[in-house]
């Protein structure tokens, strides 16, 4: 799908404005919707009486939500209503996150999470095709790393309100509807960038998936490691607050944590994206995976809060910098389709980290650690560094 163009023949908007808004709506749907569930989760369990099981439970629900986004959002990504549900997943993702504000059933938050993971997906999707799209246009594909950014200042930003709102005694609740709001105001920016993109109809008919001649044997075994790292990196995402609550100096090392995760997001791509486009992306790619590895093993069987710290930079300086080399191999590889790959490799990553939590969860509850489960996430990562194609992969996102 390609954007209108002014009169002097480049994009109608400036490429900027689209960049910082599409990193809003990405600290939206995942900074705020999906990984504030991690740093609140102890106090969760605390409020509600949640066991680990549980806790688990319910970030599956949000993962179900997650996959079946990214299957529909395959088949939405090259349609021209596209932008029309980037919008609703936007305002939907704001109000799940204030819904955490009265939710008190165990049931209630299965359904909030699972709305929470679908409009992720969504937002994710079709906001990466849109703005993607236009920086492609713009020949200012460098913005990219701004726009994948907003994941990791989404994290930091939430841990910030979060601690905030914990040190004027607010409840758990409290917190959530601070983020709610919080995402609310993310939103309305967006939008008033967002809505102003062109959204002409795909001059190729629309296809959920890539032709057969273009699901290329490279392009399968990206897709197969794609959802390898997210089994690989859910385990620790999810559960990394509770990891550091384990230690002695758990009253500092809850929030510090999940910090070092968004902080080591946020500059992650453009380093990765630099490193890429000098030894290609695959090397790189195989690189990440390796050090995700490590760093999941050093936030489970570390002793003290050094371990625990190192394994949050691990784990935030590659789940995004991986994902941004994926959905770019996706965009260099899948052709005319490259929106409808885009759909599927979510949906694979999606259908990967489905598994993480609840195994986890009942693995900790009868080993009274998280070093099985994580030993597991390890090895998955380790394998899908052997499956990223061994060419070099040199084109621009």
């Known amino acids: ?3 209108p163009t002014a009169a002097s023949g480049g994009p109608a908007l400036p490429p900027l404005p689209v960049a910082l808004a599409g990193a809003l709506a990405l600290a939206t749907v995942m900074g705020i919707g999906r990984f ?21 439970d319910v970030a599956t629900a949000n993962f179900i939500g997650y996959l079946f986004g990214a299957l529909l959002a395959g088949r939405l990504a090259s349609r021209a209503t596209r932008a029309h549900w980037l919008v609703g997943a936007l305002v939907l993702s704001a109000v799940t996150s204030a819904a955490g504000a009265v939710a008190w059933s165990f049931a209630g938050w299965l359904a909030i999470r ?15 095709t849109l703005v993607l799209d236009h920086l492609a246009q713009s020949a200012r594909p460098g913005l990219v790393s701004l726009y994948f950014s907003g994941v990791g200042v989404g994290i930091v930003v939430s841990v910030v309100l979060i601690e905030a709102a914990r040190h004027f005694g607010q409840s758990v609740f409290a917190q959530w509807a601070v983020l709610g709001v919080t995402a609310g105001a993310c939103v309305a920016w967006a939008l008033r960038v967002l809505l102003r993109l062109p959204n002409l109809r795909p001059t190729r008919p629309a296809t959920a998936a890539a032709p057969r001649g273009l699901m290329t044997r490279e392009l399968q075994r990206v897709i197969a490691a794609y959802g390898l790292l ?13 990891m550091a609550r384990q230690l002695d100096s758990a009253v500092w090392l809850e929030p510090v944590s999940w910090i070092v995760v968004g902080a080591t997001a946020a500059p992650s791509v453009p380093l990765v994206q630099g490193l890429a486009a000098r030894y290609g992306s695959f090397p790189v790619m195989r690189a990440a995976f390796i050090v995700e590895a490590v760093g999941v093993l050093l936030a489970a069987y570390g002793d003290g809060a ?3 710290l190192v394994g ?3 784990l935030g300086a590659t789940f995004l910098s991986i994902t941004s080399l994926v959905l770019g191999a996706a965009r260099a590889l899948g052709g005319a389709q490259a929106d409808g790959v885009v759909g599927w490799m979510t949906a694979a990553f999606g259908f990967g980290q489905l598994i993480g939590p609840a195994l986890a969860g009942r693995l900790a509850t009868v080993d009274s650690s998280f070093g099985p489960p994580s030993t597991l996430a390890a090895t998955a990562l380790v394998l899908a560094a052997l499956l990223v194609p061994r060419g070099n992969l040199r084109r621009p996102v």
């Open 306 to 308: 050094t371990a625990v």
């Open 230 to 242: 997210g089994f690989g990196y859910v385990i620790t995402a999810t559960f990394l607050v509770a």
């Open 312 to 314: 949050a930079a691990c």
């Open 1 to 3: 799908m390609r954007s």
């Open 114 to 128: 699972f709305v929470a993971g679908a409009v992720a997906a969504l937002g994710v999707v079709l906001g990466t």
């Open 36 to 56: 504030a569930y991690t740093p609140l989760l102890p106090r969760m369990q605390d409020a509600l009486g949640w066991s680990i099981a549980q806790a688990g």
